[in-house]
């Protein structure tokens, strides 16, 4: 999306679903009012990675297919300071994987070589970064939003399958990073100069988001890391305005991030 040719900024987009849905077009309204169009300074255009959806493509497949995305713009000559990542969901997921990948590379798939340079920036809006369905916000929130407790659980038996679902304390777990050691966050601030997270007060995911985000936080001091919760949106509340064709509160914060990225001079 946008002018590939003139952009100077990019963004790569890793669409949200559960592993399980397609692409849609409040993705796409998403990344043109949030990324492409009011972006005054630059010409920005957005990749988006339409990558294989579970139960015929399991985890690690979509980080294998995520990080040879972002190895495709870099080799392009894209430079890593003029490039965003990021995704709403099962997208702000991987993009946490990618976050790991890069500095912790997973046998089997294409290391990402930054040569010493930084991401721009990273999104996750609404991400899963948990198997948990035990917090305050499950308990409230189980009724009301577009999420459940039960939608979530299925969710991680057809995504991680047996193999990968188990969960050890003491070893560090991409797919699902809060429940398992956490010693490798320290690593983020090195692979990107900000992280910009997003829930909403009414979502399941509310807690966890929080958590993950201030684990991150107190391990990155060099990181511009930004929370922000919404307190009357539900999950992934961006893409409903996207869905819609809104220009929302949502797309309009989104848009602000985005903006101090691009036009932050390095």
């Not at 193999?163 to 090195?190: K, M, N």
Request: charged share 20%.
């Amino acid at each position: 999306m946008g002018d590939r040719e003139r952009a100077s900024k990019f963004v790569l987009f890793l669409h949200g679903g559960g592993y399980m849905a397609p692409l849609q077009a409040g993705h796409l309204n998403w990344c043109w009012n949030a990324y492409v169009d009011g972006q005054d300074e630059h010409e920005v255009a957005v990749a988006v990675l339409r990558y294989d959806l579970t139960p015929e493509s399991k985890y690690p497949h979509q980080l294998r297919q995520a990080a040879a995305a972002i190895n495709h713009l870099l080799r392009s000559g894209i430079a890593p300071q003029d490039l965003v990542f990021g995704g709403d969901s099962a997208g702000g997921n991987l993009a946490v994987q990618l976050l790991y990948h890069v500095s912790h590379p997973m046998p089997g798939i294409e290391p990402v070589r930054l040569n010493g340079r930084k991401i721009a920036g990273v999104f996750a809006v609404s991400p899963w970064v948990s198997g948990g369905t035990d917090t305050r916000s499950f308990h409230d929130n189980d009724g009301i939003d577009m999420l459940s407790t039960a939608i979530v659980k299925y969710t991680q038996k057809q995504v991680l399958g047996p193999e990968h679902s188990g969960v050890d304390a003491g070893v560090a777990h991409p797919a699902l990073p809060l429940d398992g050691d956490r010693s490798w966050f320290r690593t983020i601030q090195g692979v990107t100069e900000a992280l910009y997270v997003s829930c909403g007060g009414h979502e399941v995911f509310r807690d966890h988001v929080c958590a993950f985000s201030e684990a991150v936080r107190i391990r990155n001091l060099e990181l511009e890391s930004t929370l922000e919760v919404a307190g009357d949106e539900v999950h992934d509340s961006i893409l409903l305005e996207g869905h819609h064709g809104l220009n929302g509160d949502a797309t309009r914060r989104m848009r602000r991030w985005a903006s101090s990225r691009f036009d932050k001079k390095r």
